[in-house]
Each structure stands twice: as structure tokens, then as C-alpha cells.
């Protein structure tokens, strides 16, 4: 009976999204209170439609309903219950269903949250999330229902992806689509923006809080999953440049351009085109990833549909929503009239010049993401874009980007000059420099190319601490001045600072991690030792242990250093007897400077077993550094400007 309320609150949920795309819209257009006031409601509605359908699955997935058809391809009465709840969304139905009720939670914030909106930009706004919310709705229904039956019921299912049966897998969607979901809120904004033929400063400062809560969540889930990916795939490294890691890495960049942007339009009311084609840009990213993953055109571990079907109507809507709002953009934003005037040399010109590189970086991801698949498709050939291809183009764009970051903060708004800056970064400079001569010498001195790009992971950290010292005069004023400074420091730069530094220690750790590893591959017997890296490992035995769904081959591993115990390693090589599949656990010992790896491999006590040792320098500085950065994005979100809303609009419409 659950199943069905759920369907039911789908189909309804359907229903209200049509109405809350079309008479809000109209309402606005004629000025009718009522008419728009039905955004809020529906919204709201909306929202309480589809979690009662989030929750009735859930409640089958706990319950071990295996009437569901869902249920039963997709979890199993042994399974723990953290893989019972995380099976809801580990499969394509599922994770379609979370993608809605994430969109309707939105809607439902914007409806709540939105009381300072005016009322045909809030109603307008809201129109566009059920339109959207419509789409998504109407393609669970018709082509994904999470509700089928399956009669009779079989005794068990069949489980779910044994690569999904982990901590880090259970989290990463949900963070991952609160990211990609969250930029439907700024593509809302952007098309509101151009019915309603109006950008300026105050809808700026509303797009800016929507723009950095996803931006925050998109980071954590890109980093969540680049973490699952190095510990449970066993393959020592982090990232992997597979399309559908790529899909999430494209919205993420033009969600960052868009962050800055609308700094401009907010402070200086120019880029007003440019931030609406961003807000646009970034959403259509974002169900670009949506088409890649649930289209069947990418085999990988991401992949969950395999139906042609499905992959034409998220095609088509994909078409639909980056069409319709690019169309709209080509006759609506020739008519935005431009704002203040600015020299290149400052602070807005900084920020073009992060926006264009950004962009540059998003567009060779999309080049090497695509070209594959149309290649394949026009003329049957087979081709892979790699870690060479993106590595020989996307680093050696960083560098400019990374260059001119630290300088920007230091740089006044309208016009500015360049040497007073540089100056201001003089210590910052000294400080990378030897850094990169000490990492060419010391570390590797075959690898001038990483010993530089080392330097600017220094340069990153040392010039936002510079910036954040001469912000509270450090050493220049009374501590006490410093310290009133430090108060009296909006939160949005405080966040800037944090997540700016963090980048720094982003790219040391992938620098590290990339260039100086070491890695070694052996077949050992029982009682046999290796020497690695100064390390003497000694594989003391292999047993068999029984998990909660899984059999486990558990190898204990003897690590020494100068004949002194130093720790103990225990890789697992788990076989889920339901699916028939096995899976690498890895066994990491870190100290926060290093990752010590370890995985076992295939082998038998005649022959041995294959061991995979990494050990990762600054490895931990990568997913440390991106939590840091999405704590900066969240102190920027809490800054109290952001919270109450933007101040009403005093100008006219601006369309011509």
C-alpha cells in the first residue's frame, strides 16, 4: 500500500509542477496577485508531494519490501542498514527521485526564504522551478517509476552494486545533486531576470547565496567522491579524468565563474550579460553530467541506465532548458544596458580575467569529455581522451589562473595600478620561489614541471595570508587595531581568504600525490618482506573473515622503519556472495604528510598474493584542503548581508 501513496504523490506532485509553471507565470505578466501568490503554494506543496513519495521508497528499501521491483534489483535482507537507505538512491529510479525531491526543496526554500523578492521576480522565479520540477517528474513517471511491482515477491533481491556498499558512496549523491540542483535556483534567477528585462545590484546579492550553497555542495561532493575513488578502487590515485568525474568538474568551474562574477554586478553593476549567461551555462553543465550519467552512451561505474529511451527524454529536456534559456538570453540581453566603466587594471579586471580562464578550463573539459563520444557516433571510431590530454591542456591553464588570484584582493575597484600590488605580494613570491627550488633539489630535480606548480600551491597559500595581513595591518598597527579588524571583517571575506587558501593546499597535495609517489607491485608468500620506500613490509598471514554480506580475504601486513615496528596494515579483497563480485578494500596508515597504501591483490598460498604499496606525499592535503574551501564557501554564506536579503530596487526596467 506505501508504494502506491508514493506513486500517487508523484503523480500528484506532477500535477501541482504544471500548475506552478504556468499561472504564476502568467500572473506575472498581467499583474494578478493571486496568480503569482499560487507560486508559493504549489511550491510548498510540491515539496510535501515528493517527500512523502522520498519516503515511502525509503520505507520499502528498510522494510526489505521485495514487492517493489526496485527493491529487489537493488538490495538484500542481509544488507546493513546504511546500504538499505543509501540502495534508494544507488540505482537510476532512485537517484532520479532524489534529484526531485532536492529541486522541490529548493523551490520550497526560495518560496519560504524569498520574502524579499518582488513579486513578480519571486513568482516568476518559482515558475521556473516547476517547470523544471515538471520535466523531471514527468520523466519518473513515464519512463523511471521507483513504484512498479513485482508479483509475486521474491524470497531476497539481488543487492546492490557492491561498489556503492560504502560510508563515502552513501553521502556523495546526495552532496553531488545538492550542487548540480542547487544551480537550477541561479538558472531560475537568470530567466526570471530576462522575462522581467532587469539586472542589477539587488539581483545580484539574490543570486549570490544560491550560487555559493551549491557551489559548497558540489565541492563536497566532488571531493567525497574523488575520496571514495582512491580508497575503495585501489588504484593509489584521486582522480581519474572518467567523463562522468569530468561532468561534475565543468558546472563546478562555471559555478565559480558565476560566484565572481556576480560580485561585479553586485559591487559594480557591470558583467550583467556575462552573469546571466553563466547562471544559465552552469545549470545546463549540470544536467549535461545528468545526461552523460543516466543516457547509456558512458560505461562506468557512475552509469546506472542503459535505456535509449531514458537517454532521449533527458536529451530532449536537456535541449529544451539550454535552448529555451539561451534563445531568451540571445533577444533579452542585448537590452541590458551596461554599468559603471572600469580600467583593465582592477579589481573587475581581475575578475574577467579569473571568469575567462575558468571558462577556458570548463570548455577543454567539455572538448576532451565530448569529442569521443561524437567521433564514435559520426564515424563509428574508437578514440580515448585521457589523463594525457588533460593534463597537457588543463595544468598549463591553471597557471595563469593561480598567478593572478593572490593579486586580485590587492587591486581597487574602477581602476588600479599593478606595481602597488605586486609589492604588496613581494614576500609571498620569495616564499614560492624557494619553495619551488627547494622541492626541484631536495624532492626531485627531474621534475622541474612539478617543483613549479609546487611553487604555485605556496604562492596560492602565502599570498591569501598576505592579503588577509594587510587587511588587519599585522605588524603595522597596535595588535588591538588588528584585532578590531579582525571583528569588523565582513564574513564574505573572511570566507574568500579560507577558501582561497585552501586551493593552495589542494594543489600541493595533488602536485605531491601526481609527481613524487612511490609504487611498488610484488607477489609475496606468507612470512616473505619486500623493502619499500626505507620501509621493510613483512606479509605475516591471510585469512578469511566473514562480513554482514561478504566473504573477505584479510591480509595482515608488518611495516618497519630501521628495524622498529611502525604500523600495521590489513587489506581486505571482499567477495559480496550475492552479486558474485569482488572488491578491493585498501588499508591507508597517514600521518596527514603522507598516505601509506596498501591492496591485496589476486594470488592463493602456493603461489602468493599480489601486493600494491603507494606511498603518497601530502595525499590528505587534497580532501582536507577541498573541506576547507567549502567551510570558507559556508562563512561567506553566513555573512549577514547574504542572510537578510538585498535592499529593494530603486531603477527602472533597463530593456529598451
Known amino acids: 500500500m506505501i508504494p502506491e501513496v508514493g506513486h500517487f504523490a508523484l503523480i500528484l506532485a506532477l500535477c501541482v509542477a504544471l500548475v506552478q509553471g504556468t499561472l504564476p507565470l502568467l500572473g506575472a505578466a498581467r499583474g494578478d496577485q493571486r496568480l503569482m501568490a499560487l507560486g508559493r503554494t504549489t511550491a510548498l506543496t510540491q515539496a510535501f508531494l515528493v517527500i512523502l513519495a522520498f519516503g515511502s521508497l525509503t520505507q520499502a528499501y528498510v522494510t526489505s519490501d521485495f514487492s517493489v521491483a526496485n527493491v529487489v534489483a537493488n538490495s538484500h535482507s542481509a544488507k546493513p542498514l546504511l546500504y538499505k537507505i543509501s540502495g534508494v538512491w544507488g540505482n537510476h529510479e532512485g537517484s532520479m527521485l532524489l534529484w526531485a525531491l532536492i529541486l522541490a526543496l529548493f523551490g520550497a526554500a526560495v518560496a519560504l526564504?524569498?520574502?524579499?523578492?518582488?513579486d513578480t521576480l519571486r513568482s516568476r522565479v518559482l515558475a521556473v522551478q516547476g517547470l523544471i520540477g515538471l520535466g523531471?517528474?514527468?520523466?519518473?513517471?513515464?519512463?523511471?517509476?521507483?513504484?512498479?511491482?513485482?508479483?509475486?515477491?521474491?524470497?531476497?533481491?539481488?543487492?546492490?552494486?557492491?561498489?556503492?556498499?560504502?560510508p563515502g558512496l552513501a553521502f556523495h549523491p546526495p552532496l553531488l545533486y545538492l550542487g548540480y540542483v542547487g544551480f537550477s535556483v541561479t538558472y531560475a534567477f537568470a530567466i526570471a531576470a530576462l522575462l522581467e528585462g532587469r539586472v542589477d545590484p539587488a539581483w545580484a546579492r539574490w543570486v549570490r547565496p544560491w550560487t555559493l550553497a551549491a557551489w559548497c555542495f558540489l565541492t563536497l561532493g566532488i571531493a567525497l567522491g574523488s575520496w571514495w575513488a582512491y580508497y575503495i578502487l585501489g588504484w593509489g590515485g584521486f582522480w581519474f579524468w572518467d567523463p562522468v568525474e569530468n561532468a561534475s568538474l565543468m558546472p563546478w568551474l562555471a559555478g565559480t565563474a558565476l560566484l565572481h562574477s556576480a560580485i561585479v554586478v553586485e559591487k559594480r553593476d557591470a558583467l550583467k550579460s556575462w552573469t546571466v549567461l553563466l547562471a544559465i551555462v552552469a545549470f545546463s553543465l549540470s544536467l549535461l553530467g545528468t545526461f552523460l550519467v543516466r543516457s547509456g552512451v558512458?560505461?562506468?561505474?557512475?552509469?546506472?541506465?542503459?535505456?535509449?529511451?531514458?537517454?532521449?527524454?533527458?536529451?530532449?529536456?536537456?535541449?529544451?532548458?539550454?535552448?529555451?534559456?539561451?534563445?531568451?538570453?540571445?533577444?533579452?540581453?542585448p537590452g541590458l544596458q551596461g554599468g559603471g566603466l572600469f580600467q583593465p587594471i582592477s579589481r573587475e579586471g581581475a575578475l574577467i580575467l579569473n571568469n575567462l580562464l575558468l571558462c577556458t578550463l570548463a570548455a577543454t573539459v567539455l572538448l576532451g569529455t565530448l569529442y569521443p563520444l561524437f567521433l564514435d557516433l559520426l564515424t563509428g571510431a574508437k578514440v580515448s581522451v585521457g589523463p594525457p590530454f588533460f593534463n597537457a591542456t588543463f595544468v598549463p591553464i591553471c597557471a595563469p589562473l593561480f598567478a593572478a588570484l593572490c593579486i586580485g584582493p590587492f587591486l581597487g575597484w574602477k581602476r588600479a595600478e599593478l606595481w602597488p600590488a605586486l609589492m604588496h605580494l613581494r614576500l609571498a613570491f620569495v616564499v614560492s620561489v624557494i619553495a619551488a627550488i627547494v622541492a626541484a633539489i631536495v624532492v626531485d630535480s627531474r621534475s622541474a614541471l612539478a617543483a613549479i606548480a609546487f611553487g604555485f600551491g605556496v604562492w596560492l597559500i602565502a599570498g591569501s595570508v598576505s592579503e588577509f595581513a594587510q587587511r588587519l595591518r599585522l605588524g603595522t598597527a597596535p595588535f588591538s587595531d588588528s584585532l578590531r579588524r579582525l571583528r569588523a571583517t565582513p564574513r564574505a571575506s573572511l570566507g574568500m581568504t579560507i577558501a582561497h587558501t585552501a586551493l593552495g593546499f589542494v594543489v600541493l597535495g595533488s602536485v605531491a600525490t601526481s609527481a613524487w609517489h612511490t609504487e611498488l607491485i610484488r607477489t609475496v608468500r606468507t612470512g616473505e618482506s619486500m623493502s619499500f620506500a626505507g620501509y621493510q613490509v613483512t606479509l605475516q598471514r591471510v585469512e578469511t573473515?566473514?562480513?554482514p554480506n561478504y566473504v573477505a580475504e584479510r591480509a595482515t601486513l608488518a611495516v618497519?622503519?630501521?628495524?622498529?615496528?611502525?604500523?600495521?596494515?590489513?587489506p581486505e579483497r571482499r567477495l559480496f556472495v550475492v552479486q558474485r563480485r569482488q572488491v578491493a578494500e585498501t588499508a591507508i596508515q597517514t600521518n596527514l604528510l603522507r598516505d601509506f597504501y596498501a591492496t591485496l591483490g589476486e594470488g592463493d598460498a602456493n603461489s602468493g598474493w599480489v601486493i600494491r604499496l603507494y606511498l603518497n606525499p601530502l595525499a590528505p592535503w587534497i580532501w582536507l584542503g577541498a573541506a576547507l574551501c567549502a567551510f570558507g564557501g559556508f562563512v561567506s554564506l553566513s555573512d549577514r548581508r547574504l542572510r537578510i536579503g538585498a535592499p529593494s530596487r530603486l531603477r527602472p526596467a533597463t530593456v529598451r
Request: aromatic letters at 12%; zero cysteines.
Open 560 to 570: 618497519t622503519l630501521g628495524g622498529r615496528p611502525y604500523t600495521t596494515l590489513q
Open 113 to 118: 526564504f524569498g520574502g524579499t523578492l518582488p
Open 298 to 333: 558512458l560505461t562506468s561505474v557512475h552509469a546506472f541506465a542503459q535505456d535509449p529511451a531514458r537517454g532521449l527524454f533527458i536529451l530532449a529536456f536537456l535541449i529544451a532548458v539550454t535552448g529555451g534559456g539561451l534563445a531568451l538570453y540571445a533577444w533579452r540581453a
Open 545 to 547: 573473515v566473514q562480513g
Open 136 to 166: 523531471f517528474l514527468a520523466f519518473l513517471i513515464f519512463t523511471s517509476n521507483p513504484f512498479e511491482r513485482l508479483l509475486p515477491a521474491p524470497p531476497d533481491g539481488n543487492g546492490l552494486n557492491p561498489l556503492l556498499q560504502d
